[in-house]
């Protein structure tokens, strides 16, 4: 389980699905056991008797919950689920069944780096990287194209991780709009795509967030 500060106030932590009864027993035992349980756009609000609140927000392509028992279900159910990594002239595309990954390529084109060079070198150089940036960005559309959306009709979700730019290029093209129509918010930090971050952002797709705030100091 993995915790991070969240903007406004509180932390999130992420939760494997098969552990977020036992997170929630946590959460009772520490705040007490939740007077209310909201149905929310993103997931379940639970409001603890001492004013701490957790919310849980549903992962892709699970369907939404009434309560804490279907939630947990729900997140913990096998579903496909597409991947789409991209960051600079890498991309890896894979398709995962329940916590597995069935469906696998990684594929990495040379993207020159930044020049400290002047005048008409750096111009030359800049032309370069962005014309091997494009093509990297070509072959991610090509291997999108071509493991995935063959896929897209068993798909729950595309969940898409790296480059939020580099990927919005990618989703943007024509022909894979049945897969940007799949797109889930979840946006994965990962490195640089290689088979291994292809195989951990099984994980981090299918995983719960949940947003947690303490109760307010008494006395200030």
């Known amino acids: 389980m993995s915790s991070r500060p969240a903007a406004g106030g509180g932390r999130w932590v992420e939760v494997d699905p098969?552990?977020?009864?036992?997170?929630?027993?946590g959460f009772a035992e520490r705040h007490g056991p939740p007077t209310t349980t909201t149905i929310e756009a993103y997931g379940l609000l639970l409001a603890a008797p001492d004013g701490a609140t957790a919310e849980l927000h549903t992962p892709p392509g699970a369907p939404a919950a009434a309560d804490v028992p279907g939630f947990v279900a729900a997140a913990a159910a096998p579903r496909r689920l597409g991947l789409l990594l991209a960051r600079k002239g890498a991309v890896a595309v894979g398709v995962a069944a329940g916590e597995e990954l069935v469906v696998s390529k990684v594929d990495t084109r040379y993207v020159q780096g930044r020049t400290a060079a002047g005048g008409w070198s750096q111009q030359r150089f800049a032309r370069r990287r962005d014309n091997q940036a494009k093509a990297a960005l070509a072959d991610a559309v090509e291997l999108a194209g071509r493991l995935l959306l063959p896929a897209?009709?068993?798909?729950?979700?595309?969940?898409?991780?790296?480059?939020?730019r580099a990927?919005?290029?990618?989703?943007?093209?024509?022909?894979?709009?049945?897969?940007?129509?799949?797109?889930?918010e979840r946006l994965l930090d990962v490195p640089e795509p290689r088979h291994a971050v292809l195989v951990g952002a099984v994980a981090?797709?299918?995983?719960?967030?949940?947003?947690?705030r303490d109760p307010e100091p008494v006395g200030g």
């Open 167 to 184: 990927v919005d290029i990618v989703l943007s093209e024509r022909r894979l709009a049945p897969l940007a129509a799949l797109r889930a």
């Open 18 to 25: 098969a552990r977020v009864a036992r997170w929630v027993e």
């Open 152 to 164: 897209a009709a068993t798909l729950s979700a595309l969940v898409c991780g790296g480059d939020r």
């Open 204 to 212: 981090a797709a299918r995983a719960v967030h949940i947003l947690i």
